[in-house]
């Protein structure tokens, strides 16, 4: 389970997590097995520019602060291939007040603000751990570019640390396969809901049996959907 000094969440079992780069070995060898199910049918020069992008990738995302980066396999219900790729980060925000981080991202999303953008939504929730946000994005790939997923979906949960703290959790889901995008989004969403923050004992989230996750992570572990079942 993920943690810092003053947050804990919970990933459900089916997402494989990647080492970090202090393991350059396992690291490879994980990223490795990626790039073989993903381009099974690509030529092996072409593995490996694919596995050298991945590694610039995941360099790119902990560098940003992220505390998690995996990813996930589903057989779909008509024999099909899905996958998402689930990244956490902890990120720094001059705001100190979660209930107005949340109105500061809604607003930026709202038409006429500055991240406003077509295909994107974004939606206040409130979370046990407090409020938050749901930013949805639908990508078109650009019509030059050939041998891709023409859609690309992707769900953000925002997470404002408590009162005072200055930091967001930033639950970050994507897949290229748009039309299991109420699935993903399930899963998102029970996620979010096992997050919690302490300031005095972030070892009782890791000791509790549950993780501090309660009924919502056993949720996470078996979403309702119409993917059968993760690729065993």
């Known amino acids: ?23 350059p070995g396992l690291l490879l060898d994980k990223l490795r097995e990626v790039v073989d199910a993903v381009a099974a049918d690509a030529s092996p020069s072409d593995r490996e520019t694919l596995l050298t992008l991945y590694r610039t990738a995941y360099g790119s995302l902990l560098a ?7 990813y996930g396999y589903f057989r779909t219900d008509d024999g099909g291939l899905s996958m998402a790729t689930l990244n956490v980060f902890v990120k720094d925000q001059e705001e100190a007040n979660p209930h ?16 406003h953008a077509p295909g994107v939504s974004a939606t206040p929730i409130e979370l046990p751990c407090g409020p938050a946000a749901f930013v949805i994005r639908m990508t078109l790939a ?34 290229p396969c748009p ?54």
């Open 64 to 70: 940003e602060g992220a505390i998690y980066v995996g």
């Open 100 to 115: 107005l981080t949340i109105a500061q991202i809604l607003k930026a999303h709202a038409e006429g603000g500055p991240r």
């Open 142 to 175: 650009p019509d030059d570019v050939e041998a891709v997923s023409p859609m690309a979906w992707q769900a953000q949960a925002v997470i404002p640390f408590p009162q005072g703290q200055r930091k967001v959790v930033v639950i970050d889901l994507s897949t």
């Open 1 to 23: 389970m993920p943690t810092t000094d003053a947050m804990g969440l919970r990933i459900p079992e089916f997402f494989v997590d990647l080492p970090h780069l202090d393991d």
């Open 179 to 232: 039309t299991e995008a109420p699935y993903y989004a399930g899963i998102l969403d029970a996620i979010a809901h096992t997050v919690t923050f302490t300031t005095t004992n972030p070892e009782a989230v890791q000791d509790s049996p549950d993780g501090g996750a309660g009924e919502d992570a056993a949720d996470a572990e078996d979403p309702r959907s119409r993917i059968s079942q993760a690729l065993g």
